[in-house]
Protein backbone atom coordinates (compact mmCIF):
# COMPACT_ATOMS: atom_id res chain seq x y z
CA UNK A 1 0.00 0.00 0.00
CA UNK A 2 1.45 3.55 -0.75
CA UNK A 3 1.93 6.37 0.64
CA UNK A 4 -0.90 7.95 -1.41
CA UNK A 5 -3.17 5.31 -0.77
CA UNK A 6 -2.75 5.39 3.09
CA UNK A 7 -3.82 9.11 3.19
CA UNK A 8 -6.34 8.75 1.29
CA UNK A 9 -7.87 5.48 2.98
CA UNK A 10 -6.99 7.22 6.54
CA UNK A 11 -9.21 10.51 4.91
CA UNK A 12 -12.11 8.62 4.21
CA UNK A 13 -12.09 6.34 7.50
CA UNK A 14 -11.41 9.91 8.99
CA UNK A 15 -14.98 11.13 7.39
CA UNK A 16 -16.77 7.74 8.29
CA UNK A 17 -15.84 8.03 11.82
CA UNK A 18 -17.20 11.71 11.79
CA UNK A 19 -20.43 10.67 10.02
CA UNK A 20 -21.33 8.08 12.27
CA UNK A 21 -19.96 9.16 16.01
CA UNK A 22 -20.13 12.66 15.89
CA UNK A 23 -23.25 13.91 18.17
CA UNK A 24 -24.04 10.29 19.11
CA UNK A 25 -25.42 11.38 22.33
CA UNK A 26 -28.05 14.11 21.29
CA UNK A 27 -28.10 13.45 17.35
CA UNK A 28 -31.00 11.82 16.03
CA UNK A 29 -32.91 12.35 19.95
CA UNK A 30 -34.86 10.40 21.80
CA UNK A 31 -35.12 6.53 21.67
CA UNK A 32 -36.82 4.73 19.22
CA UNK A 33 -39.20 2.09 20.98
CA UNK A 34 -37.07 -0.96 19.01
CA UNK A 35 -33.78 0.41 20.61
CA UNK A 36 -35.36 0.99 23.57
CA UNK A 37 -36.55 -2.75 23.55
CA UNK A 38 -32.47 -3.83 22.87
CA UNK A 39 -31.56 -2.01 25.75
CA UNK A 40 -34.17 -3.70 28.18
CA UNK A 41 -33.07 -6.35 26.78
CA UNK A 42 -29.47 -6.20 26.83
CA UNK A 43 -29.74 -4.87 30.86
CA UNK A 44 -31.67 -8.14 31.82
CA UNK A 45 -29.13 -10.21 30.25
CA UNK A 46 -26.16 -8.97 31.88
CA UNK A 47 -28.29 -8.13 35.17
CA UNK A 48 -29.15 -12.30 35.14
CA UNK A 49 -26.52 -13.96 32.90
CA UNK A 50 -28.72 -15.22 30.47
CA UNK A 51 -27.69 -14.44 27.03
CA UNK A 52 -30.45 -15.78 24.53
CA UNK A 53 -29.63 -16.39 21.03
CA UNK A 54 -32.91 -15.19 20.29
CA UNK A 55 -35.32 -12.95 21.65
CA UNK A 56 -38.93 -13.56 21.10
CA UNK A 57 -40.38 -9.97 22.31
CA UNK A 58 -41.37 -7.64 20.20
CA UNK A 59 -42.20 -9.88 17.19
CA UNK A 60 -38.99 -11.30 17.52
CA UNK A 61 -35.13 -10.60 17.47
CA UNK A 62 -32.06 -12.23 16.59
CA UNK A 63 -29.86 -11.85 19.34
CA UNK A 64 -26.10 -11.18 18.60
CA UNK A 65 -26.79 -7.86 18.22
CA UNK A 66 -28.48 -7.04 21.66
CA UNK A 67 -25.80 -9.29 23.14
CA UNK A 68 -23.23 -7.42 22.11
CA UNK A 69 -24.99 -3.88 23.45
CA UNK A 70 -24.99 -5.58 26.42
CA UNK A 71 -21.24 -5.59 26.74
CA UNK A 72 -20.92 -2.45 25.42
CA UNK A 73 -23.38 -1.28 27.96
CA UNK A 74 -21.15 -3.66 30.79
CA UNK A 75 -17.96 -1.02 29.99
CA UNK A 76 -19.39 2.13 28.97
CA UNK A 77 -23.02 2.36 29.96
CA UNK A 78 -25.01 3.41 33.38
CA UNK A 79 -25.13 -0.49 34.76
CA UNK A 80 -23.23 -0.76 38.19
CA UNK A 81 -25.24 -4.04 38.76
CA UNK A 82 -27.94 -2.52 40.45
CA UNK A 83 -31.65 -3.38 39.60
CA UNK A 84 -33.15 -0.59 37.68
CA UNK A 85 -29.80 1.03 36.07
CA UNK A 86 -30.77 2.39 32.85
CA UNK A 87 -29.18 1.79 29.01
CA UNK A 88 -27.47 5.20 27.90
CA UNK A 89 -29.13 5.73 24.31
CA UNK A 90 -25.45 6.59 22.91
CA UNK A 91 -24.32 3.58 24.06
CA UNK A 92 -26.69 1.32 22.35
CA UNK A 93 -26.34 3.46 19.07
CA UNK A 94 -22.40 3.04 19.53
CA UNK A 95 -22.55 -0.28 18.47
CA UNK A 96 -24.15 0.46 15.38
CA UNK A 97 -21.38 3.46 15.05
CA UNK A 98 -19.01 1.22 14.83
CA UNK A 99 -20.33 -1.69 12.66
CA UNK A 100 -21.11 1.09 9.98
CA UNK A 101 -17.45 1.93 10.17
CA UNK A 102 -16.08 -1.23 10.22
CA UNK A 103 -18.37 -1.95 7.28
CA UNK A 104 -17.05 1.11 5.21
CA UNK A 105 -12.87 -0.34 5.67
CA UNK A 106 -14.57 -3.58 4.41
CA UNK A 107 -16.05 -2.47 1.45
CA UNK A 108 -12.62 -0.64 0.53
CA UNK A 109 -10.64 -3.86 0.82
CA UNK A 110 -13.18 -5.80 -1.28
CA UNK A 111 -13.71 -3.23 -3.90
CA UNK A 112 -9.53 -2.74 -3.75
CA UNK A 113 -9.40 -6.69 -4.43
CA UNK A 114 -11.46 -6.90 -7.03
CA UNK A 115 -10.59 -3.88 -9.33
CA UNK A 116 -7.97 -1.34 -7.79
CA UNK A 117 -7.63 1.32 -4.66
CA UNK A 118 -8.45 3.87 -6.75
CA UNK A 119 -12.24 2.58 -6.94
CA UNK A 120 -11.91 1.61 -3.95
CA UNK A 121 -11.71 4.98 -2.53
CA UNK A 122 -14.93 6.18 -4.39
CA UNK A 123 -16.84 3.14 -3.38
CA UNK A 124 -15.91 3.38 -0.14
CA UNK A 125 -16.26 7.13 0.19
CA UNK A 126 -19.95 7.08 -0.97
CA UNK A 127 -20.61 4.63 1.40
CA UNK A 128 -18.91 6.77 4.15
CA UNK A 129 -21.48 9.94 3.58
CA UNK A 130 -24.45 7.83 2.35
CA UNK A 131 -27.50 9.27 4.00
CA UNK A 132 -29.13 5.39 4.80
CA UNK A 133 -25.84 3.84 5.86
CA UNK A 134 -24.88 7.44 8.35
CA UNK A 135 -28.86 7.22 9.31
CA UNK A 136 -28.46 2.97 10.46
CA UNK A 137 -25.23 3.60 11.92
CA UNK A 138 -26.81 5.97 14.30
CA UNK A 139 -29.36 4.50 15.67
CA UNK A 140 -29.52 0.72 17.89
CA UNK A 141 -30.83 -1.74 15.36
CA UNK A 142 -29.46 -5.02 14.01
CA UNK A 143 -30.06 -4.69 10.47
CA UNK A 144 -26.68 -2.62 10.61
CA UNK A 145 -24.51 -5.93 10.80
CA UNK A 146 -26.02 -7.43 7.93
CA UNK A 147 -24.02 -5.51 5.25
CA UNK A 148 -21.14 -5.50 7.62
CA UNK A 149 -20.88 -9.29 7.37
CA UNK A 150 -21.82 -9.51 3.70
CA UNK A 151 -18.60 -7.14 2.63
CA UNK A 152 -16.16 -9.16 4.74
CA UNK A 153 -17.81 -12.26 3.78
CA UNK A 154 -17.34 -11.76 0.51
CA UNK A 155 -14.35 -10.05 0.67
CA UNK A 156 -12.52 -13.28 2.47
CA UNK A 157 -14.52 -15.00 -0.03
CA UNK A 158 -13.11 -13.66 -2.74
CA UNK A 159 -9.70 -13.72 -1.60
CA UNK A 160 -10.40 -17.87 -1.39
CA UNK A 161 -11.40 -18.04 -4.84
CA UNK A 162 -7.95 -16.31 -5.67
CA UNK A 163 -5.34 -17.92 -3.67
CA UNK A 164 -7.34 -21.11 -3.00
CA UNK A 165 -6.79 -20.82 0.74
CA UNK A 166 -9.41 -22.90 2.89
CA UNK A 167 -8.04 -20.15 5.60
CA UNK A 168 -10.08 -17.58 3.43
CA UNK A 169 -13.09 -19.80 2.82
CA UNK A 170 -13.35 -20.49 6.66
CA UNK A 171 -13.48 -16.81 7.46
CA UNK A 172 -15.48 -16.36 4.59
CA UNK A 173 -18.43 -18.84 5.92
CA UNK A 174 -17.88 -17.32 9.32
CA UNK A 175 -18.98 -14.31 8.46
CA UNK A 176 -22.00 -15.46 6.35
CA UNK A 177 -22.85 -18.06 9.22
CA UNK A 178 -23.26 -15.74 11.77
CA UNK A 179 -25.19 -13.43 9.30
CA UNK A 180 -27.85 -15.53 10.50
CA UNK A 181 -27.52 -14.25 13.70
CA UNK A 182 -28.48 -10.86 12.85
CA UNK A 183 -31.27 -9.48 11.18
CA UNK A 184 -34.39 -11.37 8.57
CA UNK A 185 -33.07 -9.85 5.28
CA UNK A 186 -30.06 -12.05 6.24
CA UNK A 187 -31.34 -15.39 4.99
CA UNK A 188 -31.45 -14.12 1.22
CA UNK A 189 -28.14 -13.80 1.34
CA UNK A 190 -27.42 -17.50 0.90
CA UNK A 191 -29.12 -17.64 -2.58
CA UNK A 192 -26.88 -14.44 -3.36
CA UNK A 193 -23.53 -16.75 -2.27
CA UNK A 194 -24.87 -19.78 -4.29
CA UNK A 195 -25.43 -17.57 -7.84
CA UNK A 196 -21.94 -15.99 -7.20
CA UNK A 197 -20.02 -19.20 -6.68
CA UNK A 198 -22.08 -20.79 -10.08
CA UNK A 199 -21.10 -17.96 -11.94
CA UNK A 200 -17.32 -18.04 -11.01
CA UNK A 201 -17.65 -21.99 -11.11
CA UNK A 202 -18.55 -21.33 -14.98
CA UNK A 203 -16.16 -19.18 -15.87
CA UNK A 204 -13.48 -21.22 -14.59
CA UNK A 205 -14.95 -24.06 -16.64
CA UNK A 206 -15.12 -21.80 -19.97
CA UNK A 207 -11.57 -20.21 -19.78
CA UNK A 208 -9.29 -23.55 -18.51
CA UNK A 209 -8.12 -26.48 -20.48
CA UNK A 210 -10.17 -30.22 -18.97
CA UNK A 211 -6.46 -30.70 -17.05
CA UNK A 212 -6.37 -27.66 -15.78
CA UNK A 213 -10.16 -27.16 -14.55
CA UNK A 214 -9.91 -30.62 -13.10
CA UNK A 215 -6.99 -29.56 -11.05
CA UNK A 216 -9.20 -26.17 -9.96
CA UNK A 217 -12.74 -27.97 -9.60
CA UNK A 218 -11.35 -29.79 -7.01
CA UNK A 219 -9.10 -26.86 -4.80
CA UNK A 220 -13.17 -25.62 -5.54
CA UNK A 221 -14.82 -28.03 -4.05
CA UNK A 222 -12.56 -28.36 -1.24
CA UNK A 223 -12.88 -24.48 -0.49
CA UNK A 224 -16.47 -24.32 -1.13
CA UNK A 225 -16.95 -27.67 1.45
CA UNK A 226 -14.95 -25.53 4.03
CA UNK A 227 -16.95 -22.11 3.43
CA UNK A 228 -20.32 -24.05 4.21
CA UNK A 229 -19.52 -26.34 7.03
CA UNK A 230 -17.55 -23.18 8.52
CA UNK A 231 -21.04 -21.13 7.77
CA UNK A 232 -23.30 -24.17 8.95
CA UNK A 233 -21.53 -24.42 12.39
CA UNK A 234 -21.32 -20.89 13.00
CA UNK A 235 -25.12 -19.88 12.22
CA UNK A 236 -26.06 -23.73 13.82
CA UNK A 237 -27.17 -22.47 17.33
CA UNK A 238 -29.97 -20.24 16.04
CA UNK A 239 -30.85 -22.95 13.39
CA UNK A 240 -31.38 -25.50 16.38
CA UNK A 241 -33.26 -22.91 18.46
CA UNK A 242 -35.48 -22.53 15.06
CA UNK A 243 -35.88 -26.04 14.58
CA UNK A 244 -37.17 -26.62 18.36
CA UNK A 245 -39.06 -23.07 17.68
CA UNK A 246 -40.26 -22.99 14.11
CA UNK A 247 -42.96 -20.14 14.82
CA UNK A 248 -40.41 -17.88 15.96
CA UNK A 249 -38.93 -18.35 12.25
CA UNK A 250 -41.60 -17.82 10.27
CA UNK A 251 -43.48 -15.23 12.65
CA UNK A 252 -41.91 -11.91 11.26
CA UNK A 253 -41.71 -13.14 8.09
CA UNK A 254 -45.30 -14.02 8.12
CA UNK A 255 -46.42 -10.05 9.22
CA UNK A 256 -44.67 -8.26 6.54
CA UNK A 257 -44.85 -10.97 3.32
CA UNK A 258 -46.90 -9.88 0.48
CA UNK A 259 -48.57 -13.18 0.55
Do not use: C
Not at 187 to 201: S, T
Amino acid sequence: MSAKEKLVLTAILVVAFVFRFRDIMTVPPGLYPDEAMNGNNALQALETGDYKIFYPENNGREGLFINIQAQFLKFFGALKGEPGALAEPWVLRSVSATFGFLTVLGLYFLVRLLFNWQIASIASFYLAVSFWHTLFSRIGFRAIMVPFLMVWGFYFLWRGLRDLRLGDFALGGIFFGLGIHTYIAFRFVPFVIVLVLLAYWWRIKKDYIREEYAHLRDQFLRGFAMLFLAAFLAALPLLFYFWQSPADFLGRGGQVSIF
